[in-house]
Structure formats: structure tokens, C-alpha cells
Antibody, heavy 120, light 107 residues
Framework: QVQLQESGPGLVKPSQTLSLTCKVSGDSINSGNYYWNWIRQLPGGGLEWIGYIFHSGSTNYNPSLKSRVIISVDTSTNHFSLRLNSVTAADTAVYFC????????????WGQGTLVTVSS | DIQMTQSPSSLSASVGDRVNISCRASQGISRYLNWYQQQSGQAPKLLIYGTSNLQGGVPSRFSGSGSGTDFTLTISNLQPEDFATYFCQQSYSTLFTFGPGTKVDIK
């Protein structure tokens, strides 16, 4: 059974870089027709897709965040990572990683999520 | 972007009720529509994919319908564990977008 687990600092200062890692267990990131995603949930409850990476390293980002986002993958350790630059208080959110099945078009499973607060 | 809207934003219902939640896309998305349930403090959980396909392990009281721009999630015989927030999400475009959510609480 595939499980995803986010990790990283819970507090980031304004203008700095938010960095999170998602560890994948029970499946290989190389295993085929999947995108590996970051999604965040803002304090008001809305879900915002940030971007995904394919095992080859190709990426796709939400245009609203594209200038500040880098998603990378390390297939040797079976994890993928998020970097979000120049953060502000508006980036305070719960960040989830999630597996997307290209053939069926579904996000499943999701990690448990990690709260990141941007504050000085 | 494909904008997703949901109605109502919240509803109150009783155990045993039948509940319908609507989701509308700003443009046609064929049947590329998923539904997720989120309990407080937890990650969203996939309920239905491709408009009407029940995810494994999800009770059959959940069902989905629709196509194009208008979709419905139906929960028949509402159970205590169903009180949660429900989100729709489109996979027609790889600029994935979610609806704002519908909170179902106890009447």
C-alpha cells in the first residue's frame, strides 16, 4: 500500500524559501504512469494545486506560482521535494503531497499534510 | 483556468437523509471529475473518480453523476461518519483545480 509522508520546517520567515520533502513508501516513484504532486490548503479551506513532477524529471506548475516554485525528484531515495521562494504570509497553508494516476485521473493517496506558517 | 464551483457551500442534514451536492465547471470537462471527502484535521480522501467510479473501500451509499459542466455527488442514507467537507476536482486540464468545498454538518 502506497504511503506518502511530508516533512520540513513548520515555520519560515518572510522572503525566505519554503522547503518540503515527500517520502514515498510502498511504491517506486519510477513505477510508471503517475505524477507526483504538491497541493496546499489555505487557511480558508480552499485547495490549490501547486505542481507535479514525473519520474523523468519533467514538471508542470500552477502559473500562479510558477515563478517561485521548483519541484525535484530523487528516484534513488524515492522522494520528491518542493521549494517555494520569496514566501509571504499568503503562503501559510497545510501542504500535501499526493500521487496522481495519469490513466484514471485521480489523486490518491495523499500524505497527511504539514502546516507551514510564514512569520517573522 | 477551469473554475469549479459547488453548491451549497454548507448544509445541515440528519442521519438517514439523502444529500445532493452540486459541482459546476466553467467549461466542459467531459467526465473528468473527482470527489473527495475531508474530515477535520485530515487529508482529503478520494471517494469517486471519473464522475461515477467508486474508489475501492468507499461505501456504496456514495454515488456520482453528470457530464460536461454539471455534476452531482449523492450520499444516500447519511451516516455519522459522513459529516465532513466534500470537494470536487477536475482532471480535464493538467492545471488541476478544486471546488471550494461543501460542508455537511449535523442538523
Amino acid at each position: 500500500q502506497v504511503q506518502l509522508q511530508e516533512s520540513g520546517p513548520g515555520l519560515v520567515k518572510p522572503s525566505q524559501t519554503l522547503s518540503l520533502t515527500c517520502k514515498v513508501s510502498g511504491d517506486s516513484i519510477n513505477s510508471g504512469n503517475y505524477y507526483w504532486n504538491w497541493i496546499r490548503q489555505l487557511p480558508g479551506g480552499g485547495l490549490e494545486w501547486i505542481g507535479y513532477i514525473f519520474h523523468s524529471g519533467s514538471t508542470n506548475y500552477n502559473p500562479s506560482l510558477k515563478s517561485r516554485v521548483i519541484i525535484s525528484v530523487d528516484t534513488s531515495t524515492n522522494h520528491f521535494s518542493l521549494r517555494l521562494n520569496s514566501v509571504t504570509a499568503a503562503d501559510t497553508a497545510v501542504y500535501f503531497c499526493a500521487k496522481y494516476d495519469i490513466l484514471t485521473g485521480r489523486f490518491d493517496p495523499w500524505g497527511q499534510g504539514t502546516l507551514v506558517t510564514v512569520s517573522s | 483556468d477551469i473554475q469549479m464551483t459547488q453548491s451549497p457551500s454548507s448544509l445541515s442534514a440528519s442521519v438517514g437523509d439523502r444529500v445532493n451536492i452540486s459541482c459546476r465547471a466553467s467549461q466542459g470537462i467531459s467526465r473528468y471529475l473527482n470527489w473527495y471527502q475531508q474530515q477535520s484535521g485530515q487529508a482529503p480522501k478520494l471517494l469517486i473518480y471519473g464522475t461515477s467510479n467508486l474508489q475501492g473501500g468507499v461505501p456504496s451509499r456514495f454515488s456520482g453523476s453528470g457530464s460536461g459542466t454539471d455534476f452531482t455527488l449523492t450520499i444516500s442514507n447519511l451516516q455519522p461518519e459522513d459529516f465532513a467537507t466534500y470537494f470536487c476536482q477536475q482532471s480535464y486540464s493538467t492545471l488541476f483545480t478544486f471546488g471550494p468545498g461543501t460542508k455537511v454538518d449535523i442538523k
